[in-house]
């Protein structure tokens, strides 16, 4: 496959060394008649200016005596008659191998220079405000394609419903009906939404989270279900507001707190301000939090460890950042991988424990977080459509 480069490479060496005959020249000049790229390398071949990097190119070769005279000379001399003569020298011995391995690199350039303008850069999105929410009566409303309206539950209940956020009104009469009315909301990959429940308390619903909830409150307390991550701010009252999820409860009064509890995953649930009790169903495990405590709940073993946390990373999400510090990597992967709706690939088992920090905007790309990500120098990161590759740099 490299024979014609090489031919082509011993006339234009015999050009530059002036050894050609006049069969060999009127080749030459064929093959530059052939095309604009043709003619385009030979003129760059031929620059003196170029000839030092093609001879310094040769080192990749086996070192042969005929470059050691080259180079040498090369280094004493830069008259034009002595480059000549190096030239004449070096044609025969060099110019077939320098010039084969230009016209492939060349070749190999003008692939990626095509490739380059027909394939744009891979930008992944972040989240934005979507949901689906189901009625009592099992209709579903999608939220994103919802301008505002107005729907009437069955009990009286009005909810307020907007792009952005539901508000749930209730009259002070006797309901339509006593049964109590449910609703749920669920946010899927790359979504987030919040709504106001009945009591004024506000939620505010991550990524891949739902949370179930009665239209109206009755009874001693106010309970609502909860999947994956919320933030509450609970407006006080004497009936307790109880957070039901999965094994575990909080009870609050009025208070404001955070709660990543998604399945397969332990439960975090971080005080902001006033005071939380969270239990465990399965062995009564108790634990009460003052502000700026979290409680983690191991699913395995049934029970809590407290610690005194900095609040802003984990609540910042609702205030549009993306702020870690000092996690790893493979969780951080995995809240981002919620919210921007992308899968993760790693081909390194070791990158996972990689420690890292961030403070990034929320609703921006994810390319400023990669490029945080890839400045550590510890990992190499590459795009295919939403799925993001990394490995160790090493």
């Not at 950042?321 to 390194?348: G, N, P």
């Amino acid at each position: 496959m490299l024979t014609p480069n090489f031919r082509i490479a011993h006339l234009i060496a015999g050009h530059i060394a002036e050894t050609l005959t006049p069969e060999e020249q009127q080749e030459l000049h064929a093959w530059r008649d052939e095309s604009a790229e043709h003619e385009h390398l030979f003129q760059q071949i031929r620059k003196e200016e170029n000839i030092a990097a093609y001879l310094y190119d040769t080192g990749k070769f086996p070192k042969e005596e005929g470059w050691q005279v080259v180079n040498s000379r090369i280094h004493t001399s830069l008259r034009r008659k002595q480059i000549i003569r190096i030239l004449s020298y070096a044609a025969i011995i060099l110019f077939p191998l320098l010039i084969g391995t230009m016209v492939i690199t060349l070749n190999k350039q003008q692939e990626e220079s095509q490739l380059a303008h027909t394939t744009q850069p891979v930008t992944i999105l972040p989240g934005e405000r979507k949901a689906m929410l189901t009625l009592g009566n099992g209709q579903v409303i999608d939220l994103q394609q919802t301008e505002q309206m107005e729907v009437n539950e069955d009990d009286g209940t009005t909810i307020d419903i907007d792009q952005t956020t539901l508000s749930y009104q209730t009259v002070e009469k006797k309901a339509k009906s006593q049964e109590v009315i449910y609703n749920k909301i669920d946010i899927p990959h790359g979504g987030e939404y919040s709504l106001f429940l009945a009591d004024g308390t506000k939620v505010y619903l991550n990524a891949m989270s739902s949370l179930r909830y009665p239209v109206r409150f009755t009874g001693d307390t106010r309970t609502v279900e909860l999947a994956g991550e919320a933030y509450f701010e609970v407006t006080r009252s004497d009936k307790p507001f109880i957070v039901q999820i999965g094994e575990m409860r909080i009870e609050v009064l009025g208070t404001t707190f955070n709660i990543a509890a998604y399945p397969g995953e332990q439960a975090y649930t971080t005080l902001v301000d006033g005071r939380v009790k969270v239990l465990a169903h399965e062995n009564g495990a108790e634990v009460i939090l003052k502000p700026s405590e979290q409680a983690v709940f191991n699913t395995e073993t049934d029970d809590f460890s407290v610690a005194t946390v900095d609040v802003s990373l984990y609540t910042s999400w609702i205030n549009g950042k993306i702020h870690f510090k000092d996690e790893r990597l493979e969780d951080i992967m995995k809240s981002l991988s919620r919210w921007y709706d992308i899968e993760i690939v790693y081909k390194d088992k070791e990158v996972r424990d990689i420690r890292f920090g961030c403070n990034v905007d929320r609703y921006e790309n994810i390319n400023p977080f990669l490029e945080l990500l890839e400045k550590t120098e510890k990992v190499k990161i590459s795009m295919d459509n939403k799925r993001i590759i990394i490995q160790s740099r090493k």
